[in-house]
């Protein structure tokens, strides 16, 4: 059985650093990408970026592009998203979510639960 | 790269049949037969219900169906039930390489 299992919730401070993880289990880590996606309070679903375990290809939304980092560790089979100072508006439910099959345009079939992230003075 | 436009509410009475679409444009949905459909119910994370444009996965009722024309994407969901009552996304593929999610749509069931 694929499982994605994300690290639990976070409160932290404007300013501050935090590396959220997912790990996945049930299935070839290295052949599908791992994506990200935020849900700001009460909004819609937006892709971040995604990464491919294999060779670490990484690709991000122009919206995310220099406020985050997407990495992996296959040692690990975990993707992670990273933040180097949070902004309050960094607020949401953030998801990780694996292809379901090889190649462009595949369509994401595994989720895991989400990782609440607060960011309040 | 701008959100894919989905209307904000559809509602129906149980039996019925809704179409929520999702409109992009050349460099998304039209260009790519690369569109999924999303079901998130409150609280939940999103469940894949629709991929490749009309292919249902596996477990998903074939209540739910897809279909494309030009730079419009359509969800069918035949036979509304109460459990359908949840927020929907479409999903496109992109020229960038890249994907975009649709604005959403809430669904009611009256």
């Known amino acids: 059985e694929v499982q994605l299992v994300q690290s639990g919730a976070e409160v932290k401070k404007p300013g501050e650093s935090l590396k959220i993880s997912c790990k996945g289990s049930?299935?070839?880590?290295?052949?599908?990408?791992i994506a990200w996606v935020r849900q700001m309070p009460g909004k819609g679903l937006e892709w971040m970026g995604l990464i491919y375990p294999g060779d670490s290809n990484t690709r991000y939304s122009p919206s995310f592009q220099g406020q985050v980092t997407i990495s992996a560790d296959k040692s690990n089979s975990a993707a992670y998203l990273q933040w180097s100072s949070l902004k309050a508006s960094d607020t949401a439910m953030y998801y990780c979510a694996k292809a379901g099959r090889s190649g462009s345009g595949s369509p994401a079939l595994d989720w895991g639960q989400g990782t609440l992230v607060t960011v309040s003075s | 790269q701008s959100a894919l436009t989905q209307p904000a509410s559809v509602s129906g009475s149980p039996g019925q049949s809704i179409t929520i679409s999702c409109t992009g444009t050349s460099s998304d949905v039209g260009g790519y037969d690369y569109v999924s459909w999303y079901q998130q119910h409150p609280g939940k994370a999103p469940k894949l219900m629709i991929y490749?444009?009309?292919n249902r996965p596996s477990g998903v009722s074939n209540r739910f169906s897809g279909s494309k024309s030009g730079n419009t994407a359509s969800l069918t969901i035949s036979g509304l039930q109460a459990e359908d009552e949840a927020d929907y996304y479409c999903s496109s593929y992109t020229r960038t390489s890249f994907y975009v999610f649709g604005t959403g749509t809430k669904v009611t069931v009256l």
């Open positions: 490749d444009v009309s």
């Open positions: 049930g299935y070839s880590f290295t052949s599908y990408w």
